[in-house]
């Protein structure tokens, strides 16, 4: 199996910054496509960005576009999602994702393995 451990969350005001960081393990073949994910307290986790195992192809929810990019480094079996210009909607438990697939998904259901989370707090 493949296992995803995030790293980078934290505390930010509004406007700053941070990067989060995925790194893969195991049987890292079968980590494709790899994806980031959110969860705010009693919503449903919802799509953030995610990118193709090439890194030719990325795609980003709407209210991310132009605020955070998506990258991956598959020699160190990492991905990456640097954060700029955050918002306090952007609070939420962030979760790194890979998939099966080698081209861009961005529905849950196309991911097969997940890390466990890190939080990012964006005050006001």
């Known amino acids: 199996q493949v296992q995803l451990v995030e790293s980078g969350g934290g505390l930010v005001q509004a406007g700053g910054s941070l990067r989060l960081s995925c790194a893969a393990s195991?049987?890292?073949?079968?980590?494709?496509?790899m994806g980031w994910f959110r969860q705010a307290p009693g919503k449903e986790r919802e799509f953030v960005a995610s990118?193709?195992?090439?890194?030719?192809?990325?795609y980003y929810r709407d209210s991310v576009k132009g605020r955070f990019t998506i990258s991956r480094d598959n020699a160190r079996n990492t991905v990456s999602l640097q954060m700029n210009s955050l918002k306090p909607e952007d609070t939420a438990a962030y979760y790194c994702?890979?998939?099966?697939?080698?081209?861009?998904?961005?529905?849950?259901?196309?991911?097969?393995?997940w890390g466990q989370g890190t939080q990012v707090t964006v005050s006001s």
């Open positions: 994702a890979a998939s099966h697939l080698t081209f861009a998904p961005y529905v849950k259901s196309d991911f097969h393995y």
């Open positions: 195991g049987r890292t073949g079968y980590a494709n496509a």
């Open positions: 990118i193709s195992r090439d890194s030719a192809s990325t």
